[in-house]
Structures are given as C-alpha cells and as structure tokens.
C-alpha cells in the first residue's frame, strides 16, 4: 500500500472538519475560516482542493455515501447483479433485505458510523433547507430506489405504488427509530446501554415484523 501523500492527507482533514461543522452549524452557518482552523491548514485550501464551501460540502457527502455504500455492498452484490439482470427470485430478495437489519443496526448503535453524518443528515431534513436535495439526489434516492425494487421482487408488488413506498419507509422506520431514539428506548426499557444481548433481541423483533410484512404484502392482506 502506498503512503498517503500530503495533498490527501489535506484533503481528508478538510472533509473531516467539514463533516463536523456542517452537522454542527449547518452548510451556511460553518465559515471557510472555521473549517480551515478545525482542520489546522490555510483557508485558502478550501478553494484548492474543492473550489470552494459548495465543492466541500459536496464531497463530504459524496465521501460518506461512499463509504456507507462500500459496507452495504459486499453483503448485497450478488442480489444487485441478480436484481440488474433480472433473475432475483423472491426468496433471494426477502433473504437480502433481512439481512439489512443487523447490518445497519450494527453500524448505527455503536458501529462505525459517526454521529456526526446522522446528524448533518437530520439538520437538513428537519429544518427544510435547500442543501437536502443534495443529500437526497446522492444518498436517499439511490438507496431507497434499491430497497424499494428488491422489496417489490420481495413479495411481487409493484415498486412505483405509493403503498410499496410506505412499506419501505415504515421498514426502514423500524431500523431508523432505534438509531435516532437510543437514549429514549434505553431509558423507557431501563436499560444502562445497548449491549449485544438486546441489539441481538432488537434485530430479532424487527426481523419477525418484516417477515410478518412479506406475508401479508405477498397475500394481499391489508393490516
């Protein structure tokens, strides 16, 4: 492997402090100055590496979509290439998707994920500013697209109805709500922390729910 040279090594801590001001401060609200002294390099760097605030915030998010979508990948790949030519079979697509559950949970609660991109990602979508649509075009859409297709393959829906829609939101739900209300879910089941024996019954749970949805959504069922 070779060294990381010091143009990268700039480069990354100006998407490091810019990850956390933004999630702090908001795109607006973190100055150049600002994330120039967080990162400990000239300010003028900003506009070398990324032309700028906009060309900074743009890679942040770029960079941890990608890293997300590096993890989520290796587990998925053959159902993606199986979903891309066509031949992904329902049990293989419900297999998938079952397997999202431990992996995000286990990412999000305590994983690798930093708290600060959940955050940057909640400011921008709570207080409706214009900077979402840059997070939705390159993170939520391509995702829930991918989601939403294999759930439709999942239990033979259609992946454009609106119904098909709110079921994956309400799944994706079930995952997100344990993620953004740790301390809530800790405190009202008067548990100290989130060890691995209730992340292990946490996953449990939502997994029997989603099968409990692909047998009602393949059988017709309503609620």
């Not at 490091?16 to 000239?42: H, P, T, W, Y």
């Not at 079979?89 to 994920?113: C, H, K, N």
């Not at 294999?150 to 993620?179: C, E, P, W, Y």
Request: proline share 3%; charged share 25%; with cysteine.
């Amino acid at each position: 492997m070779s060294p990381i040279s010091k143009r990268d090594k700039t480069r990354q801590a100006l998407i490091n402090a810019g990850l956390e001001l933004f999630a702090d401060r908001g795109r607006e609200g973190a100055s150049i100055r600002m994330i120039a002294n967080k990162a400990g390099v000239n300010s003028a760097l900003i506009q070398y590496h990324f032309g700028g605030k906009e060309g900074l915030y743009q890679a942040v998010v770029e960079e941890s979509l990608g890293t997300v979508w590096q993890e989520f990948h290796p587990f998925c790949a053959e159902a993606l290439a199986k979903l891309e030519q066509g031949t992904l079979s329902a049990e293989e697509a419900q297999d998938v998707l079952l397997q999202v559950i431990p992996y995000t949970l286990d990412s999000f609660v305590g994983g690798w994920v930093p708290k600060s991109w959940i955050l940057l990602t909640l400011r921008e979508e709570i207080l409706e500013t214009a900077n979402f649509q840059t997070i939705f075009d390159l993170k939520h859409a391509s995702l829930f697209s991918i989601f939403t297709k294999i759930f439709a393959i999942a239990v033979n829906v259609d992946a454009k109805a609106l119904s098909t829609r709110i079921k994956v939101h309400a799944m994706l739900g079930q995952i997100s709500n344990f993620i953004l209300k740790q301390r809530t879910f800790l405190r009202y089941s008067e548990q100290p922390e989130f060890t691995p024996e209730v992340l292990d019954e946490t996953k449990e749970i939502i997994m029997e729910n989603w099968r409990m949805i692909f047998r009602m959504s393949a059988s017709g069922e309503k609620k």
